[in-house]
């Protein structure tokens, strides 16, 4: 019986440190990117409830790489997340609609770019160890009980 639970807790474990890792990795790797100029095309906020209310920052651009448009909306690798409607909203002020910014790219996979490169939310790390902690109970259970 204590092998099920240990691996009731170690496999949801593992599997968001993989995930986890490779977002770190993917994340990383946007800081060799090409750069591109992007227009905004819209910007609102996303309100997510549970136990937690969070507010996303979601953006919307176009850019041109080699004269193709592209339009993508992802911000970031990292989870960017507010506790407010507010500081949302405030972040989403130099993301205005119709405002030029710069886009990193994959120049391998074009489609595939960021507004924001890097990785290193508190969240993000936050998931991570998460997962770790999992691992680690997981093992505790399935060896000494």
Known sequence: ?????GLILFVPGLYVVVNQ?????RAFQTLKWRQADAVIS???????VGKWTFYYPQVEYEYSVEGKKISCDR???RSIRFNNRQKTSKF???YALGSKTIVYYDPNVPHEAVLITGW?????YFDLFAGIWLI???I???LYV
Request: glycine share 6%.
């Open 92 to 94: 989403l002020e130099i």
């Open 120 to 124: 290193g939310s508190s969240w993000d």
């Open 1 to 5: 019986m204590n092998y099920i639970f």
């Open 140 to 142: 505790s259970v399935w």
């Open 136 to 138: 680690a109970v997981g």
């Open 75 to 77: 911000l970031s690798y």
């Open 42 to 48: 819209d910007n609102f906020v996303r309100k997510s």
């Open 21 to 25: 890792i490779k977002i770190c990795i």
